[in-house]
């Protein structure tokens, strides 16, 4: 049985799922989840709570989200489909749940590189025998709650952290206040790959966690930042070429896709500000609707994210700005 991959397309380009690659392997997705080759270094893994980000080559691979705590095990049996090599690092994009829940189980299953702190035939150093977890301070912060085995081992505060694995550079990119405080885009430059977290949800409008430190405001500087580093497939437009963005839910996107999204979300941002200028109150401005237009496309009426806690969380995060 042959995967195919019907919710990670990108409607305009053909990508090949992995299964047509992989003779060695039983074929067909690994446990429900959908293995797709964006890049030769670089797949995509559906169906583990979030996307998650593969970059694969000759120093080991680079893990950008885990996933769920419940996939793992099916994370990491499609991560050895892909490549032989172990887990030299796993790159938290943000701290929910679904992103940050199979960290433990791929940190364990990995092994840092370079480790080699035993010289001198001293006792093994424990964290050698992991892959570190890295991400912006603020996760950190928000799982100190959590059991210890999954918390992010490198963690940094300022607005690029960079790394050079399996011959590209890899970018690091803190966007400040934007889903939560502690977002990160994993951009991968030679794969030319942007990894963009729940800053970017196709299947829905962005969700804003004003407790945890998110912003309207930071959520559209957020998604500027990404269509600043994409570029899009010009001026050949036939080809199907481009920066690939890797959404944390939902389908592939190219920059036009995110231009499309940034559009959506600030014209919503502007429409609730001028209700705001106009002295409404939060009950009149949901009922002003100001997401018309784009409510059958990513609203919600039920579930986590519903429309009516986006406008709340735009309302608030403005209201909190002026004071
Ligand atoms: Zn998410």
């Not at 409510?295 to 039920?302: A, E, S, V």
Request: charged residues 20%; glycine residues 10%; aromatic residues 6%.
């Amino acid at each position: 049985m042959v995967a195919v991959c019907t919710t990670l397309w990108l409607p305009h380009r053909s990508f090949e799922p992995l299964s047509a690659a992989a003779p060695q392997s039983a074929g067909g997705p690994s446990n429900g989840l959908e293995i797709l080759e964006v890049r030769p270094s670089f797949f995509v893994i559906a169906g583990a709570g979030a996307n998650v980000g593969v970059q694969v080559g000759d120093d080991g691979v680079v893990v950008v989200d885990a996933g769920s705590a419940a996939s793992a095990p099916a994370v990491l049996t499609a991560i050895k489909r892909i490549s032989s090599k172990p887990i030299r690092y796993v790159i938290d994009t943000g701290p929910d749940a679904d992103h940050v829940g199979g960290n433990e189980a791929l940190s364990k299953a990995g092994e840092k590189l370079f480790g080699g702190s035993n010289f001198g035939g001293g006792a093994p150093n424990a964290a050698d025998s992991v892959a570190p977890i890295l991400s912006a301070e603020g996760v950190l912060r928000h799982l100190a709650t959590s059991p210890a085995g999954g918390w992010p081992t490198e963690v940094f505060h300022y607005s690029r952290k960079y790394m050079y694995l399996n011959g590209e550079a890899i970018e690091v990119l803190h966007q400040p206040a934007a889903h939560t405080d502690s977002d990160v885009l994993a951009f991968f430059r030679r794969s030319d790959v942007v990894v963009a977290g729940d800053v970017l949800d196709t299947r829905q409008f962005p969700v804003i966690d004003v407790e945890r430190g998110g912003s309207i405001q930071g959520e559209i500087a957020a998604l500027n930042r990404l269509v600043d580093l994409a570029v899009p497939s010009v001026p050949v437009v036939t080809r199907e070429a481009g920066t690939i963005v890797v959404p944390g839910h939902g389908h592939l996107c190219d920059q036009y896709d995110v231009v499309e999204y940034r559009d959506m979300v600030t014209i919503i941002r502007d429409r609730v500000r001028d209700l705001i200028k106009a002295g409404r109150s939060l009950t009149e401005v949901k009922a002003a609707q100001p997401a018309k237009g784009y409510m059958g496309r990513y609203g919600n009426q039920g579930g986590a994210w519903t429309t009516d806690r986006f406008i709340e969380a735009i309302y608030r995060s403005l209201a909190r700005e002026k004071s």
